[in-house]
C-alpha cells in the first residue's frame, strides 16, 4: 500500500472512530458551532463525518472561463447558517476565510452584501432586521428544514402572504439578490434581459463577469457554484445568460439529483468561496473584495455528553 493511500484509510478510521463515540446535535440559532473535525477532511476537495458532507468540483471551464461547484449534504437545517462581520447596520467588512475560521465553517461562501443596500426582507438566524422587499430584487428564504423558498419581485403583501401559507415555517435566513433562476424544478431563463430581470442592469447582467448561485438539490442537499472574471488568468468571466447555461451543465453532470431551486446571489469581487479555511475560487485575481457576510456549512457531530 502506498503512503498516500494509507494516509486516506487512517483518516477514514478516525472518522470511524469519532462516529462509535459521538452523536448529531441540533445547533441553536445563535449558538456557535463545534470546530470541524480536521481528520475528516480526506483530500483536498473532500470532507465527511456522519452529519455532513462536502465535495468540491474544482477545474470546469465554460466559455473560456473556469468555475467550481461543490455538493453539499448535512444532516440537519441547523448546520445551514448566516453570519455577519460585525453588528448589523456595520460597515465593517473582512476576508471571507476570516469569518468562515471564525465561525467553525467546514464550506462557506459570500452572503449578499447586506450592508450595501437599505432595502429588502433581510433575515439572518432568526432575527428580522428589515421588512422592506424591492420588487427589482428577487427575496430567497430559507426555511428551519433548510429547505429554499423563492420569491420574485416581492412585496410586502407577497412576503405576507408566504408567511400565512406557511404557519409551520420559520424564515431563518433570507437574501435580497436574484434573480431566481430554477423555480420547484423549472427553469426560468427566457433569454435574461432587461424585459425580465428587474435588476438586469444592477447585477450587469449583459457583462462578462466573476458570479455565485447557491442551490437545492434536495432535502438537506444542496449545490453552490462559481466563475471566474476577466481578471481571473485564462477567463473571460460570464454574462447572465451564460451563466444561467453554465448552471445547466453543472444540473447535467448530477446524475443522482436535478436543481429544484437556483438563485443567482452577489458576484464580481465577491465572489468568494472556502473550504478546510482556505479561498478556492479565483485564486489569480488581484482584486478580493472584504466581505459584510456569509453563507455557512457547520459540522453537527459532538462527542457524547457535550
Keep these: 500500500m502506498s ?13 470511524l472512530f ?8 441540533p445547533l441553536e440559532l445563535n449558538e456557535k458551532a463545534r470546530e470541524p473535525y480536521e ?24 466559455y473560456g472561463t473556469n468555475y467550481v461547484y461543490a455538493i453539499i449534504k448535512i444532516a440537519d437545517g441547523s448546520q445551514l447558517r448566516t453570519a455577519m462581520a460585525y453588528k448589523y447596520n456595520s460597515d465593517y467588512t473582512v476576508h471571507g476565510t476570516v469569518m468562515a475560521i471564525a465561525n467553525n465553517a ?7 452584501f447586506y450592508n450595501f443596500y437599505d432595502y429588502g426582507y433581510l433575515v439572518r438566524q432568526g432575527r ?7 420588487k427589482y430584487w428577487d427575496v430567497l428564504i430559507i426555511d428551519q428544514y433548510g429547505d429554499f423558498h423563492p420569491i ?37 431563463q427566457e ?8 435588476n438586469f442592469f444592477q447585477i450587469a447582467g449583459g457583462k462578462q463577469y466573476a458570479r455565485m448561485a447557491i442551490c437545492q438539490l434536495d432535502k438537506l442537499t444542496y449545490m453552490f457554484c462559481c466563475c471566474e472574471s476577466v481578471l481571473d488568468e ?73
Design 39 to 62: 481528520e475528516c477532511y480526506t483530500s483536498a476537495t473532500h470532507y465527511e463525518d456522519p452529519s455532513i458532507t462536502v465535495d468540491i468540483y474544482p477545474e470546469n471551464r465554460i
Design 234 to 306: 485564462n477567463s473571460e468571466g460570464l454574462t447572465l445568460n451564460e451563466w444561467a447555461n453554465c448552471i445547466r451543465e453543472i444540473d447535467n453532470k448530477i446524475e443522482e439529483y436535478d436543481i429544484q431551486v437556483a438563485y443567482n446571489i452577489d458576484g464580481g469581487g465577491s465572489a468568494t468561496m472556502v473550504f478546510h479555511n482556505e479561498k478556492i475560487n479565483s485564486l489569480t485575481n488581484p482584486k478580493i473584495r472584504d466581505l459584510s457576510d456569509i453563507v455557512y456549512f457547520v459540522s453537527a457531530w459532538a462527542e457524547e455528553g457535550q
Design 128 to 134: 428580522e432586521y428589515r421588512t422592506r422587499p424591492n
Design 152 to 188: 420574485r419581485e416581492p412585496s410586502k403583501s407577497k412576503i405576507a402572504a408566504w408567511q400565512t401559507e406557511h404557519p409551520d415555517l420559520q424564515a431563518v435566513n433570507t437574501f435580497n439578490f436574484g434573480p431566481v433562476l430554477v423555480e420547484n424544478g423549472q427553469w426560468l
Design 18 to 25: 469519532i462516529s462509535a463515540a459521538a452523536e448529531i446535535v
Design 3 to 15: 503512503g498516500k493511500k494509507l494516509i486516506v484509510l487512517l483518516m477514514v478510521l478516525c472518522c
Design 191 to 198: 433569454s435574461f434581459n432587461n424585459n425580465n430581470v428587474k
Design 106 to 112: 467546514v464550506f462557506a461562501i459570500n452572503g449578499d
